[in-house]
């Protein structure tokens, strides 16, 4: 069935009998495919916890022959000019333009986020950053070619790897691809995506603008299917040269094994537990409208969530009785109406998972300011629906402190000091974002300076525009996305050197045989 994956239609009927559910195909070397064996797997609408799709159960031998065709696409595709590969994926960029209520639905049905955030930021965003990346793959120039020794020039070059292996996580599933797949594109690589099992559905419709904005067959490929299966295949094959991961520590970790049999690249994007310290000098009404946007951007399923609020011991009080009034006015509801704040988080699994860290939480010390329970949603019984839940503690070891909890959960805490709640910062194994909000220029730029994280906003907590790096430190990962590191993450570094003196025998040649005088 050509173009097969565009079942958007049936998937945005949400009260369809299970009789009507769509089943979809994944995209292998521009073809629309079942799985192998045949098997599909369900997808949920996490706001009722019903099944609105299907998707194909792929496995190691899809993955083969996934590979297979990135394989063999990559020699023509990666050596196209770059203006070439970019205006095709400027095509893929205006199509969902085009297409971007459809995409945002389709998103918060899939994933539980509420349509406002799908609508004005995931995927005018993903457009945003694929656009950058089409334009900024032609700016790339190398150093100047020159004379590092006497009878030689020198110059770089970058090459595209080769066949690289996206592996995206459930929080962001389209602009995920746009992160980790359209870099690799742009700089002339191929791709086999392997989407998380939770949220497929706009990763298989994004492959249908890749068809038609006439990207050759093979040059981008989709295997849905288990990460311990597809994955384990994409990330164990030894045709593939690159794995770029988003998601946990704990799989990047596996991934890193895995990806030692042919000692592939493997770029990780991974975990966090961002800081969000508030100064005594701050401005609170700003740093509690921040709070309530940096923990529950993306219903407080995102890596760079602000999670442990240091709040100076002079302000604790007053902040925390700001912060709970302004979570107690966020909408908990139907990810598709316009008045919703946050929608259900993205499983049962999920939700047990966080509820489970808020239980830990209060047994380690902690005392509940607001939230904990689950909301009742009208027309929403099987939703995955959790309340905004603060908890104060004074316990630095508790989990809560520690982990990645990985929804709406603000762990409020104090300090004393600067160098103590600097150490307090950096004392945990992740490294990814994490913010200060003070009114004072010096320590602004101390914090900056002293806090191991890849992002330290001031004054505010989430925005990192298309042109910036986001990166990690420590066990967040390592690698680049946006920006122009991004683009040169995904290529090889190579030297070439020209001899310019035309003559067979060299200054240096003595070394191995002659004399020096005899040149
Ligand atoms: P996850 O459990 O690590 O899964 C991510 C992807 O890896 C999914 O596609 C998953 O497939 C696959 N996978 C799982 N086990 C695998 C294995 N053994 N081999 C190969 N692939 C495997 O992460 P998640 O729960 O989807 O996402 C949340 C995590 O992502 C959080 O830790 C968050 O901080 C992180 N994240 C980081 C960034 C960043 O920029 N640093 C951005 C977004 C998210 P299945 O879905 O089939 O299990």
Request: proline share 5%; aromatic share 10%.
């Amino acid at each position: 069935m050509p173009g097969g994956g565009n079942f958007l239609g049936s998937s945005l009927n949400r009260h369809a009998g299970a009789s009507s559910i769509m089943s979809r195909l994944m995209y292998i070397g521009g073809d629309w495919v079942k799985a192998n064996t045949g098997a599909l797997t369900p997808v949920y609408d996490p706001s009722r916890g019903e099944v609105v799709d299907q998707v194909p159960h792929g496995t190691k031998e899809d993955v083969d022959k996934a590979v297979d065709a990135a394989r063999t696409a990559f020699p023509g595709w990666s050596r196209l000019p770059p203006g070439d590969r970019a205006n095709m994926l400027l095509r893929v960029a205006d199509m969902l333009a085009q297409r971007s209520s459809d995409f945002a639905n389709l998103e918060s049905l899939n994933s539980g986020k509420s349509i406002k955030q799908t609508t004005d930021y995931d995927v005018p965003y993903t457009i945003d950053n694929i656009r950058y990346l089409a334009g900024a793959s032609r700016t790339l120039e190398g150093k100047a070619m020159a004379e590092y020794v006497a009878d030689g020039t020198s110059a770089v070059r970058r090459e595209p790897i080769g066949v690289v292996g996206v592996i995206t996580p459930w929080n962001y599933p389209l602009m995920m691809v746009a992160w980790r797949a359209f870099p690799a594109l742009v700089m002339g690589n191929t791709v086999v995506v392997k989407p998380a099992s939770y949220t497929p559905l706009t990763t298989l419709e994004l492959a249908t603008l890749i068809e038609k904005a006439g990207v050759p067959k093979g040059v981008f490929n989709v295997v849905t299917g288990p990460g311990g299966e597809a994955g384990e295949a994409l990330a164990r094959h030894r045709n593939v040269d690159m794995i770029a991961f988003t998601g946990s520590t704990e799989v990047g970790r596996r991934l890193s094994e895995l990806g030692a049999g042919n000692v592939k690249k493997v770029s990780l994007e991974l975990g966090g537990k961002a800081p969000f310290i508030v100064f005594e000098d701050a401005n609170l009404e700003a740093a509690a409208e921040g709070a309530v946007v940096g923990g529950l951007v993306n219903n407080g399923q995102d890596c760079a969530n602000a999670t442990r609020f240091y709040v100076h011991a002079s302000i604790l009080e007053e902040y925390e009785t700001m912060l709970v009034d302004k979570l107690r006015k966020v909408q908990v509801g139907d990810p598709l109406s316009p008045k919703t704040d946050m929608g259900p988080l993205v499983s049962e699994a999920q939700r047990e998972r966080v509820e489970g860290y808020i239980q830990k939480g209060l047994r380690e010390g902690g005392r509940l300011l607001f939230g904990g329970e689950r909301p009742k949603i009208e027309g929403h019984d099987g939703g995955y629906f959790l309340n905004p839940t603060a908890i104060f503690t004074e316990n630095h070891a508790s989990s809560i402190v520690q982990e990645e909890i990985f929804g709406p959960v603000f762990t409020i805490l104090y300090f004393e000091d600067y160098d103590e709640v600097i150490n307090k910062s950096n004392e945990v194994v992740y490294g990814l974002g994490s913010s200060v909000w003070t009114r004072d220029v010096t320590k602004a730029m101390n914090a900056v300076k002293d806090l191991r994280f890849g992002t330290v906003w001031v004054n505010d907590h989430v925005p990192v525009p298309s042109e910036m790096p986001w990166a990690g430190y420590k066990q967040s990962g390592h690698g680049a996305s946006l920006s122009a590191y991004s683009l040169e993450e995904f290529t090889y570094i190579k030297h070439a050197y020209f001899d310019l003196t035309g003559k067979a025998r060299k200054s240096w040649y003595y070394q191995v045989y002659g004399q020096k005088d005899s040149q």
